[in-house]
């Protein structure tokens, strides 16, 4: 379908500008033709407004003759043949117009006045239709742009929208194998408690499976990830690990991304307890003020251990789904003092109608 | 390196969680030719253990508090058969396996364990070649890409010294030592002047002469001197000797 007459807005602009081409032509007959400025009107503004139409069939030649692509006879040939023929079909639509006016008192001896303009008009007509030609060219090219440009957005779109669901779904490795050494270690030692670690690492596992599929949870229903999360490192690490919670009750009901607070607290045990030989404490904060959500953790850490090997995804990610996901409204801040580290987070808390959006336009993406 | 007949393996085990030290203690208390002798978790300890016990065997976890187990290798040098032990980590089994060195993975299976062992144990015995492991370009193999130095640990007999590599003035070739110089003091350590200069970030550290790496944040000016030859001034005072082509690569870097 033609780009033109699929919006009744496009074909309006279209026709507007056919008014100026339609006062050259009633200029042209009145003062090269010999008629009338009255008779010129008559004649040009109906004659123009179905060359209009006329003109928009150079769009299939134009789809079929790509420039790029097309030699130059060719190119010429269809064109100029194009232009023959639509302005030769003028000229009859013109002389049927004018005969029918010429019965009239106004417009009496108009014919013959008009076949005398005939070359003329034929020229014009073949002038006009290549002027469309060029006007088809130029939308062709605007609408392949417009078209990639889209294609680029969508691609970039869903890589960003796979990228974060892979970053959301991914489970340390190093955690899950150093965990299942702790259990085979405990098979012997104390097989109660290699029990209870099973089915603790069974139920973060389970916990975070789903999780890459929702757009929020509660924070409450976070936390319960967190918890499970150091549970399991709790076995690992013992007494070195220490973690201490300030949760503001009101905040528990707010929506939150999910896998928000576990990669920070998991960094935290990474980064911090893990390298400090006599362990050390991670603090967590959550309180609602003024429609947002603060967060802040904070862990001691050793600021002269190795680098990690693995280094941490953890801090971007959650730094970069922030920012993707309320631009320009969440904050996100790390700090190192001392052998203090500490990562603070705002972000709106959601309405209940805006959620309902967020929800409804990432299950529109994954579908 | 021979064990004489009746003689048991001294083993040190490394790792910083007590439920992973947990499995190999039990693994290897089914043979008895093995003895324990030192347990440690974190690396400043066990390059003191192995340097004052002189094990045979060491089990050697990779990421531990204070060094990791690529720079404990590094500083204990070629002494003990050594197994890495690690849950996960894709560059380092690459390296392991590109230099032939024995590595157990987390959660450890028991025939990879008596594998192993069995391994390390025909080293010792001089029935397998026993190559001293050639710690830092296992270490350098092992570092993610596009990854360099962030520190240089040296050792002064049992003791451990970080220097990070922001605070490295610059390094001198002494046969096969380099010196560091940093805050005013000089540390020797065993390694080539060009391995170093490989694991360091090239945009910070520039070679300006076969027996110099210097770090360009310290470099003051460079004055000719004599002939064809240039010296570098450290904001330290240090004079270095640049060659020729030291200078070209200097001036190149200078001029950016």
């Not at chain 1, 008009?114 to 605007?142: I, M, N, Q, R």
Request: hydrophobic share 45%; aromatic share 8%; net charge neutral.
């Amino acid at each position: 379908m033609h780009p033109i007459l699929t919006q009744l807005r496009r074909l309006v602009f279209y026709l507007l500008g056919w008014i100026p081409l339609a006062g050259m032509l009633t200029y042209l007959l009145a003062v090269t033709g010999g008629l009338t400025w009255w008779q010129a009107g008559a004649v040009a503004f109906p004659l123009c407004l179905l060359y209009a139409f006329v003109c928009l069939a150079a769009w299939y030649p134009c789809l079929a003759t790509p420039l790029e692509r097309s030699s130059v006879p060719r190119f010429l040939f269809t064109h100029v043949a194009g232009a023959v023929v639509a302005s030769a079909l003028w000229l009859l639509a013109a002389r049927s117009l004018v005969r029918m006016l010429s019965g009239s008192r106004e417009f009496r001896g108009i014919d013959a006045r008009l076949s005398e303009d005939l070359p003329l008009l034929f020229g014009t007509g073949v002038l006009l239709y290549l002027l469309a030609v060029g006007f088809h060219y130029v939308l062709l090219a605007v609408e392949a742009s417009r078209q990639a440009e889209a294609r680029v957005m969508q691609a970039g779109l869903l890589a960003r929208d796979a990228e974060l669901r892979a970053l959301k779904a991914q489970v340390n490795p190093h955690f899950l194998f150093n965990s299942l050494n702790s259990i085979s270690a405990l098979t012997s030692s104390d097989p109660p408690k290699a029990r209870e670690m099973c089915i603790l690492l069974g139920d973060f596992l389970r916990r975070t499976l789903g999780l890459g599929e929702k757009p929020s949870i509660p924070l409450a229903e976070e936390m319960s990830l967190v918890h499970a999360f150091l549970a399991v490192e709790k076995i690992r690490y013992g007494d070195r690990l220490q973690m201490e919670e300030a949760i503001d009750p009101a905040a528990l009901n707010a929506e939150v991304p999910p896998l928000l607070l576990q990669p920070l607290v998991e960094n935290a045990v990474v980064h911090g307890v893990a390298n400090l030989v006599e362990g050390g404490w991670i603090r967590l904060a959550v309180e609602r003020r003024d429609g947002l959500l603060e967060i802040a953790i904070e862990n001691q850490f050793d600021p002269e251990a190795p680098r990690r090997r693995r280094n941490g995804v953890g801090l971007v990610n959650v730094r970069q789904r922030l920012e993707a996901r309320y631009p320009g409204h969440a904050s996100f801040q790390a700090t190192a003092a001392g052998d203090r580290f500490r990562v603070a987070i705002s972000l709106p808390i959601e309405s209940e109608q805006a959620q309902a959006l967020v929800n409804r336009v990432s299950l529109e993406r994954t579908s | 390196m021979t064990l004489p007949e009746g003689h048991r393996i001294r083993t040190i085990i490394v790792d910083d969680e007590d439920l992973a030290r947990q499995v190999l203690r039990e693994f290897l208390s089914a043979h008895s030719e093995i003895e324990i002798v030192a347990e440690c978790a974190n690396g400043f300890e066990a390059v003191k253990s192995v340097t004052e016990r002189k094990p045979d065997l060491v089990f050697l976890d990779i990421q531990m508090p204070k060094l990791d187990g690529f720079e404990v290798l590094e500083l204990i040098g070629a002494g003990p058969a050594v197994i890495f032990v690690t849950a996960y980590d894709t560059f380092a089994i690459r390296a392991f396996e590109v230099h032939a060195v024995d590595y157990l993975l987390k959660p450890i299976s028991a025939p990879r364990f008596e594998a192993a062992l069995e391994r390390a144990k025909e080293r010792l015995s001089g029935k397998l070649p026993a190559p001293p492991l050639p710690a830092l370009d296992l270490a350098a193999a092992a570092r993610p890409p596009q990854q360099y130095l962030d520190r240089i640990p040296v050792r002064d007999g049992a003791s451990v010294f970080i220097i990070p590599v922001a605070k490295l003035d610059y390094a001198e070739a002494q046969d096969d030592y380099v010196a560091l110089a940093s805050q005013g003091k000089k540390h020797l350590k065993q390694q080539t002047i060009s391995s170093l200069e490989t694991s360091l970030d090239p945009s910070r550290f520039l070679r300006i002469h076969r027996s110099y790496i210097v770090n360009l944040e310290r470099v003051a000016k460079i004055e000719p001197y004599g002939k064809d030859s240039y010296v570098a001034v450290l904001s330290t005072g240090a004079q270095l000797p640049v060659s020729r082509a030291g200078h070209a690569r200097l001036r190149a870097f200078l001029d950016r």
